[in-house]
Antibody, heavy 124, light 109 residues
Framework: QVQLVESGGGVVQPGRSLRLSCAAS????????MHWVRQAPGKGLEWVAF????????YYTDSVKGRFTISRDNSKNTLYVQMNSLSADDTGVYYC?????????????????WGQGTLVTVSS | QSALTQPASVSGSPGQSITISCTGT?????????VSWYQQHPGKAPKLMIY???NRPSGVPDRFSGSKSGNTASLTISGLQAEDEADYYC?????????FGGGTKLTVL
């Protein structure tokens, strides 16, 4: 069965960095695009970033452009997001979600599987 | 991109039907048939319930249905059950980004 397991969250001071990981199993990771989505405490969902199946295309929400970098290692079935210059506004649960298969008509996908999330708290 | 507009809350009794609306713009909901709906129970990850406006993933009961007219998408749940009580979010693809709705809390009375 499809499994996505995030890790790397924790408490970090404003201005510092953190790298999150998402370990995938149960499907051919290298054939799917992937996303990061976050949820601030008590708030709604916010799309953060996209990476194509081969890592050649990456897109970000405006608020993280220049600070976050999404990447993947298909040999390790793992998705990453490097988060720099963190602020309190970045606090929340970060989910990885599966996008589309390389065989789909769209590369974006429908977020059909989600991990359990990892909590990032930015606080001094 | 602004968030899609959903009612903050809806409620219904067991067995009844409810509809949750999701209003966007001609740049998102109105332009793409990539509208999805997610169910989220407290402390849990979101679960895909409807994709591409009206398609149900395997395992989702046919009590859940989706539709779209113009810039507004809708999720209808018929035959409400206690376990349907949750937060529901809509989303739409738009120009290399995804925008979510603010979420609707469904209470089963």
């Amino acid at each position: 069965q499809v499994q996505l397991v995030e890790s790397g969250g924790g408490v970090v001071q404003p201005g510092r960095s953190l790298r999150l990981s998402c370990a995938a199993s149960g499907f051919t990771f290298g054939s799917f695009s992937m996303h990061w989505v976050r949820q601030a405490p008590g708030k709604g969902l916010e799309w953060v970033a996209f990476i194509s199946y081969d890592g050649s295309n990456k897109y970000y929400t405006d608020s993280v452009k220049g600070r976050f970098t999404i990447s993947r290692d298909n040999s390790k079935n793992t998705l990453y997001v490097q988060m720099n210059s963190l602020s309190a506004d970045d606090t929340g649960v970060y989910y990885c979600a599966r996008g589309a298969s390389v065989y789909s008509k769209s590369d974006w996908g429908n977020f059909d599987y989600w991990g359990q999330g990892t909590l990032v708290t930015v606080s001094s | 991109q602004s968030a899609l507009t959903q009612p903050a809350s809806v409620s219904g009794s067991p067995g009844q039907s409810i509809t949750i609306s999701c209003t966007g713009t001609s740049s998102d909901v109105g332009s793409y048939n990539y509208v999805s709906w997610y169910q989220q129970h407290p402390g849990k990850a979101p679960k895909l319930m409807i994709y591409e406006v009206s398609n149900r993933p395997s395992g989702v009961p046919d009590r859940f249905s989706g539709s779209k007219s113009g810039n507004t998408a809708s999720l209808t749940i018929s035959g409400l059950q206690a376990e349907d009580e949750a937060d529901y979010y809509c989303s739409s693809y738009t120009s290399r980004t995804t925008v979510f709705g603010g979420g609707t809390k469904l209470t089963v009375l």
